[in-house]
């Protein structure tokens, strides 16, 4: 079945350091979905992209998906402290069920003030 | 606008005895509808998915059920819980059509199993 990995599973940063993780699933897909979990929440919906190569920007974080669409990346600049939590990805496979969502296991962000 | 409810949002509940968790969605209709069990790994596993009224989609075999009564509610159970039933368990819909179709996640059920 669909695979989506995610790396790295932790990331540890100071504040106004950089931040990206990698979403690469095993098949192609329809679209990349990205997620953001704050601890003790609930996954919130951030973004979608759906075009080969695609890129788009909310405020300081940046995604992209890749040209051939089986791999996704979310860029965050200058973290702050509000940046923590876990970020997934997730997508619906080319050609495949439109239903479900194959999540990858997320990267969690801490942020050092 | 749309809402989703979960409850209850924390439960502490004996091995063996039965469970009940119960979503329900406002504000739209037609929904799909989904539960998933984060466990402390942090992944999302999806458990059950339905389209429609009483259109359930098994995606772990396990001793957990899903039910669809009605359009806009979505219930987990189990006849007996086991110790690895001990989890965060989040329910989620998404529109039927359309794009994007992002899941819009409930605040979630905290089950421990002792």
């Known amino acids: 079945g669909q695979q989506v990995m995610q790396i790295p599973q932790y990331q540890h940063v100071q504040e106004g350091e950089d931040f990206t993780t990698y979403c690469n699933s095993s098949?192609?897909?329809?679209?990349i979905q990205w997620y953001k979990q704050r601890p003790g929440g609930h996954p919130v919906f951030l973004i979608q992209?759906?075009?080969?190569?695609e890129v788009k920007k909310q405020k300081r974080l940046t995604f992209q998906f890749g040209e051939a669409k089986k791999n996704s990346s979310l860029h965050i600049t200058a973290t702050q402290t509000t940046d923590v939590g876990t970020y997934f990805c997730?997508?619906?496979?080319?050609?495949?069920?439109?239903?479900?969502?194959?999540f990858g296991k997320g990267t969690l962000l801490t942020v050092n003030p | 606008s749309q809402t989703i409810h979960q409850w209850p949002a924390t439960l502490v509940q004996p091995v063996g005895s039965p469970l009940s968790l119960e979503c329900t969605v406002e504000?739209?209709?037609?929904?799909?509808l989904y539960w998933y069990r984060q466990a402390a790994g942090r992944g999302l596993q999806l458990l059950f998915y339905?389209?429609?009224?009483?259109?359930i989609s098994s995606e772990v075999p396990q001793n957990l059920s899903a039910s669809r009564p009605q359009d806009r509610q979505f219930i987990l159970s189990s006849k007996k819980l086991l110790l690895s039933d001990s989890g965060f368990y989040l329910c989620?819909?998404?529109?039927?059509?359309?794009?994007?179709?992002?899941?819009?996640f409930g605040p979630g059920t905290r089950l421990t199993v002792l």
């Open positions: 504000g739209t209709s037609n929904p799909n």
């Open positions: 997730a997508g619906h496979p080319s050609g495949g069920s439109n239903y479900k969502l194959t």
């Open positions: 339905s389209v429609g009224i009483g259109q």
């Open positions: 989620a819909w998404s529109v039927r059509t359309g794009s994007p179709r992002e899941q819009f």
């Open positions: 992209l759906v075009k080969s190569g």
């Open positions: 098949t192609t897909l329809s679209n």
